[in-house]
């Protein structure tokens, strides 16, 4: 069982930034696959970014440029800089990791609220 933490959701003006992070229970050497994804109201859930084990980030059409996934080994944590924001990334952000011991699987945490708006 895999614990994921989201935090650093928040109000913001369109324009501004935020830093989200995902803790996760898991020792890092056992995750295959991370990513964000998030929910906006009467939406389906979209991947933002991910990233496989030693491999390099992937995003969406419409966050390229703007926002930016790392994972600090250190802290084991996955973090999510996201600058330029627009009232359109309103939505609920999601943590995902994969495990290699248990392929096919998704691990979810509980989701942190971003709201753009002036």
Known sequence: ???LVESGGGLVQPGGSLRLSCA???SSTNISFR???RQAPG???ELVAGIQ???T???ADSVKGRF???INNAQNTL???MNSLKPEDTAVYYCNVRLFTRPGYAYWGQGTQVTVSS
């Open 79 to 81: 973090d999510l800089q």
């Open 24 to 26: 996760a229970s898991s």
């Open 1 to 3: 069982q895999v614990q």
């Open 53 to 55: 084990s030693g491999g």
């Open 43 to 45: 939406k389906q859930r």
């Open 35 to 37: 990513a964000w994804y």
């Open 57 to 59: 980030p992937t995003y």
């Open 68 to 70: 930016t996934i790392a």
